[in-house]
């Protein structure tokens, strides 16, 4: 994987992380504290970091990251893992194919070829913004109409 300077993934790890977490959530009826959430979002920025520069797969780094939060998130929240677990992984998938539906759109649109991405690292920035305002969209409409998927919120306050 190409490496990134360290405020290009942190202004883009930051808001992914907080859409991931939101939306995975919320869709599962847990409204995680703001600062729970902003910690949980700047420790993963950190990591992602990191683990690019390790020579891993693009897809071995996410299961990474998917695993790192919801650990973390477990940790921060004191929720069970398998709740945390199934929450970013919804919330990761979610993300992950909006992104891979928008980022060639953007990118057609913008008339940023590919391999800019690697070798200028602003225009990942460039690229992200118009997905960030769609995520922000959808997660306003969830948030608006209520949307739960499945309530463990509840199943939790029953144990």
Not at 72 to 100: D, W
Not at 124 to 153: E, H, Q, R, S, W
Request: glycine letters at 6%; one cysteine or more; hydrophobic letters at 60%.
């Amino acid at each position: 994987m190409h490496a990134i300077p360290w405020y290009i993934a942190l202004l883009i790890s930051v808001p992914q992380t907080i859409f991931i977490i939101e939306l995975g959530f919320r869709l599962f009826n847990f409204q995680l504290k703001t600062k729970d959430v902003l910690l949980l979002a700047f420790m993963v920025a950190g990591l992602s970091y990191f683990l690019r520069y390790l020579a891993v797969p693009y897809v071995v780094n996410t299961l990474v990251l998917i695993a790192l939060l919801s650990f973390l998130s477990a940790l921060v929240c004191r929720i069970h893992l398998r709740y945390c677990f199934i929450s970013v992984v919804l919330g990761g998938m979610i993300y992950g194919v909006m992104e891979s539906a928008m980022l060639p759109i953007v990118m057609k649109v913008l008339q940023i070829p590919f391999e800019e991405l690697i070798v200028g690292p602003w225009f990942n920035l460039v690229t992200f913004i118009p997905i960030l305002i769609i995520a922000m969209l959808m997660l306003g409409c969830i948030i608006k109409k209520g949307l739960v998927l499945y309530d463990f919120g509840s199943e939790i306050n029953e144990a």
